[in-house]
Each structure stands twice: as C-alpha cells, then as structure tokens.
Nanobody, 115 residues
C-alpha cells in the first residue's frame, strides 16, 4: 500500500516562504509522476505543480515564478518550495503519486497565509 506523508505546512505572513515535503513509501519512486494539489474551503481540489520521472515540471498559472517543485529519488521525497506567498495560497496541500492505474494521495497539510 502506498503511503504519502506530507509535512512543512503552517502559518506564514504574506510574502513569506514555506517548503513542503512529501515522503513516499514507493519502491519504484523514481518512475512515478509526483504532484502537489491544493484545496481551499468551498473550492475544488486543483493542481499546483507536477514533476515527471524525467524531471519535467508544470505549474498552475497562479503559482508560476513563485513555487518550485523538485524531487530527491534517493530519499523518495518530493518538495514544494513556496515563495512570495499570498493569502489566496491558503489551502490544504496534498501530495499525489501517479503511475498507470495507481493514483495515491497523502493526508494533506494545512498552509495558512495571513497577517
């Protein structure tokens, strides 16, 4: 069973930074497409950023230039560096692992951007 454990969320002031981590219990972690999604209250879950097995990335327009996704295959971990945070970034952030029919989710970590 795939386990994804997120960490690094918290309360931060506008303009601040946070780094989220997602540790995965995947033997073949390096071949998975890893993603970060978020869900704000009353809104649908949306893609924030995704990184392929070859390191290709794509981002939501709302976070381009501010967020960076990366992965460390040796540590089976994916990261989301979030800079210049805005109140609109407030949400529960979820880690996702996808490969073929496998589509696994973490439990989520809360990010709150507020002064």
């Amino acid at each position: 069973q795939v386990q994804l454990v997120e960490s690094g969320g918290g309360l931060v002031q506008p303009g601040g930074s946070l780094r989220l981590s997602c540790a995965a219990s995947l033997i073949s972690f390096s071949v998975y497409v890893m993603g970060w999604y978020r869900q704000a209250p009353g809104k649908q879950r949306e893609l924030v950023a995704r990184i392929t097995s070859s390191g290709g990335t794509n981002y939501a327009d709302s976070v381009k230039g501010r967020f960076t996704i990366s992965r460390d295959n040796a540590k089976r971990t994916v990261y989301l560096q979030m800079n210049s945070l805005k109140p609109d970034d407030t949400a529960v952030y979820y880690c996702n692992a996808a490969l073929g029919v496998v589509d696994s989710w973490g439990q989520g970590t809360q990010v709150t951007v507020s002064s």
